[in-house]
């Protein structure tokens, strides 16, 4: 698509009354999917208020097309459809960004997790061979306050 | 004093034991722990029989975890000291010994045992160093020395020793990905006094380096990009102790 300023004259591209209809109800389903998706705990609530901003806008866009040419307008872009696409295409590269974000957030987690249960199951194991021996090693085991705490 | 030597291992089997008779012999003092990275052979039996305490992370978390866990443990349970060093043999007990030794005089926080430290080259004389690993080397080495300042020579040495200042650090924050060089400047970054001492090393007795020439080029672009945003990075109050 050419990115040129508008040509003096030329018609913006609307979009039609069909594409706002099938926008609409595509826009419902998929706001009642993610509702039933909560209902069934496959998803949870705190990462389906994205998902349900995304649905109220396709929503929006298509009861208001005035807003999507304003937007256009905004962008230099004649074809309105474009804009659309455009807007559509930003919003799901921020919603991929969040998943990295959330996915970089759980990995830790995991690993934290994982070395906490190992250093855990070490202490336990090193105790038991301690107790078991009797004349304990040299570095006898000394529990710091905040160990105790976990 | 209380000292832990810790020795991240994945499927080290045929090296492992040896390793551990070797830092027993050289710090019959320091406590043993074998972080086992999920191992998928007998490399946390065979650290059993040969007299360490194993901590198995119950999946593969990569060096840099296996690390931090160490860190952790040390942290923990009250040491004063901590030393790391590889699970394949390159790296010799009496070595780590002397790194240790910096470390409990208090003449650094975190001290790096060097295969290319000038002075080194003579001590060296068994360690040969490919030459993919050589290209990362100097480039790694260049741009860390630009990163901080200080000059160091061998970047992704394991063979490393460290007091309570440095768990603290690492225990909180420490790359998964890119363990070695990010630590190292994170810690210059933080204020932490960090010595690099030459020490010789040996050819691996088990397993085999990570490093295909491939791998090499990712590993490089990977730890330029890593150096980078570490630049940018907050510096953390300090924890605790």
Redesign the interface.
């Known amino acids: 698509m050419s990115a040129l300023p508008l040509a003096a004259g030329e018609a913006q591209v609307h979009l039609t009354s069909q594409t706002r209809i099938v926008a609409a109800v595509i826009a419902v389903f998929f706001m009642l999917l993610i509702l039933d998706l909560i209902r069934r705990d496959r998803l949870q609530e705190r990462y389906s208020v994205i998902w349900f901003v995304a649905g109220l806008g396709m929503l929006a866009g298509a009861a208001f097309p005035g807003l999507l040419e304003l937007v256009a307008e905004a962008m230099g872009v004649r074809n309105t459809n474009v804009a659309l696409f455009s807007i559509v295409l930003l919003l799901l590269l921020g919603l991929a960004l969040n998943f990295s974000v959330i996915m970089s957030r759980q990995a830790a987690q995991i690993t934290r997790l994982a070395q906490e249960r190992a250093i855990e199951k070490a202490l336990a194991e090193k105790q038991s061979g301690e107790a078991g021996n009797g004349n304990g090693s040299a570095g006898e085991q000394r529990l710091e306050p905040e160990e105790k705490r976990l | 004093m209380?000292?832990?030597v810790f020795i991240p291992a994945w499927n080290e089997e045929a090296s492992i034991a040896e390793v551990i008779g070797d830092v027993r012999k050289y710090l019959?003092?320091?406590?043993l722990?074998v972080?086992?990275d999920g191992s998928a052979d007998a490399t946390a039996e065979r650290a059993r029989e040969a007299g360490a305490?194993?901590?198995?992370?119950?999946?593969n978390?990569g060096l840099g975890?296996a690390l931090?866990?160490g860190y952790?443990?040390a942290l923990?349970?009250?040491?004063d000291a901590c030393a790391h060093l590889d699970a394949d043999g390159q790296h010799p007990a009496e070595e780590v010994a002397r790194l240790l030794a910096e470390v409990t005089a208090d003449r650094a926080d975190l001290v790096i045992g060097s295969r290319y430290h000038a002075g080194a080259e003579a001590v060296s004389g068994d360690y040969r160093p490919t030459f993919s690993r050589r290209i990362g080397t100097s480039v790694f080495r260049f741009f860390l020395t630009l990163a901080t300042r200080q000059r160091f020579t061998d970047t992704t040495s394991g063979m490393r020793a460290a007091n309570r200042r440095v768990m603290a650090l690492f225990s909180q924050h420490y790359s998964?990905d890119f363990a070695e060089i990010e630590s190292l400047q994170l810690a210059v970054r933080q204020g932490l006094r960090v010595e690099e001492l030459p020490v010789r090393m040996l050819e691996r007795t088990g397993g085999s380096s990570f490093l295909t020439p491939l791998r090499s080029a990712f590993f490089i672009f990977k730890g330029l990009v890593v150096l980078l945003v570490g630049q940018f990075r907050p510096r953390q109050a300090e924890p605790e102790r």
């Open positions: 209380r000292t832990l019959p003092e320091a406590d722990l972080v086992d305490t194993v901590a198995s992370l119950p999946f978390q975890a931090q866990t952790l443990y923990r349970n009250g040491y998964p």
